[in-house]
């Protein structure tokens, strides 16, 4: 695994503690409160979904944690360690994959390392990012070329370049049809495992927050809480019509105040 | 599939055919040149225009040209296909240049002097070229000084006007006072600040070319997609790499918009501007024969000044489509 081969040996993953976390938003003259004392600990090498209703302040938790914005009230730890900027061992992929249309591929994949000065030592690692995704082909197309699922693993290619310690993903295949939805969650899957990072997912999809996370936390309405925190111990691959699995999807819907019969 | 393959086959039959058959378009066209070329020296002018034969010459080779062309387009391949495209433009020209020749010189319904047939614009550049080529000259070193200085200027402004919320509180107000007042408008002031007259028509035309790039730089960075910098930003990129990497390329677009009325413009007060104590330029040159009501010298001017015009417009429209492929199928 190229990706790996660093001259420095880093920890792949690392731990995020949220600690007693609010955040609001200054809407119109009104104070919009999103997150109410979330308390989290996520584990180095974890797989983590955080599941709500919509709006519920479930991609808030992910700016605050990628370092985009500071919280009102609490504290998130990157292995102990405040968040307070942005950094490229946290990054966060969009719902929407958010090339820069400017850019081919490979030069979009290569932003996070050209940022920080790394390009000229380390351009194969964006050929092994593109290796990894079955992107390589596509090194020279420009983003208005690919399909909605190319444009995301070229987005998540461009996570991956940088070693990301912690990859946080705000409903990355909320755009994508189902098939191509189904294959992206299996290459996600396939990518953690190898490369071993720590995930935390944002998903509104029950079905893929069982089959993909660790721990699936479960948030209220908006401002948000956590209502429940189902742990999944099966270990992958997972089907989807494991029995058990069947039973937390039911258990899941419950808590989202759902009747499972849908 | 088998209409796809008859379609096919008749498409083949059809081109095959077209290579054996003359070009009509062209003959009709090399009539017209040539009626044109004959009623230029067979019949006399009413005032004598001079360089009649020349135009004459001109246009019978270009009938000649025509005729040769009407035989062998087929076989020129792409270059065929492009004078082929153009073909009825050719017919058009031709009987433009019949129409124009006897409505002004032949039969003097469109008297001299404000008047001039086809070869009185012919006899300025046979009579006043090497001056004319001066005046283009130093037209366009007048033109790029101001126009690139200009552009240079509008474009950094309009950077910082579109990243800093500063620099847009005191400065988008400004911009947008002095943005409709006409450049020309500036004429007197400029005349105290700067040292000499030809400084001052520089400035005049970098002022008409700064303030549409300026304005159209800063919208084009203010409404860059805030995602990119989100994405940017937590990939490790830095302010300065915002500004240069994501902001720039993001607003190429809009900038490209603001040169090009960057041009128009610059090219509008090109004229005044060579007429503070200009010696020689195109603009200096029309106002000059306009005093003394040499009108084929100005209109023959005018056709110089589009020309070069149209030259650069196609010249930023290559440079936007080499920069700005990646728009394809965007817009």
Redesign the interface.
Known sequence: MALANEAVARPRSVSLDVHAVSHAYDLEGRVLDVLDGIELAVRPGEFVALLGPSGSGKSTLLRLAAGLERPRAGALLEDGQPITAPDPSRILVFQDPTLFPWRTVWWNVATGLEARGLLAKHRHRVDDALALVKLETFANAYPHQLSGGMAQRVAIARALVNDPQLLLLDEPFGKLDSLTRLSMQNELLSLWQKVGFTALLVTHDVEEALLLANRVIVFSDRPARIVAEIAVDKPHPRRRDDPELVELRRAVLATLGISADV | MTDAIQALGSGGYASAESAARIWKAGLYAALAWAATAVVTVALPDVVPWGSAGLFAAITGAGAAILTVLAFSVSRLGKAGERIIYYGPWFIALGIWFLLWEVSTAKLGWLPKPFFSPPHGLLNVYVVDGPRLLVCILYTLRLWGLGFFSGIAVGFIAGVALGWSARVNYWGMPVLKLIGPVPATAWIPATFYFFPTTFAASIFIVALSAGIPVAILTASGVSSV?R??Y?????????NR?LVF??AI??S?PHVFVGLFMALYYSFAVLVVAEMLGAKYGLGWYIQFQQAYSGYANVYATLIIMSVICAGIIKLLFVARDRL???????L
Not at chain 2, 230 to 238: E, I, M, P, S
Not at chain 2, 324 to 330: D, E, R, S, T
């Open positions: 997609n995602a990119f989100d994405v940017a930003r937590t990939l490790g990129a830095d790499y990497k994501i390329p993001a190429l700005l492929g990646w728009q394809k199928g965007i």
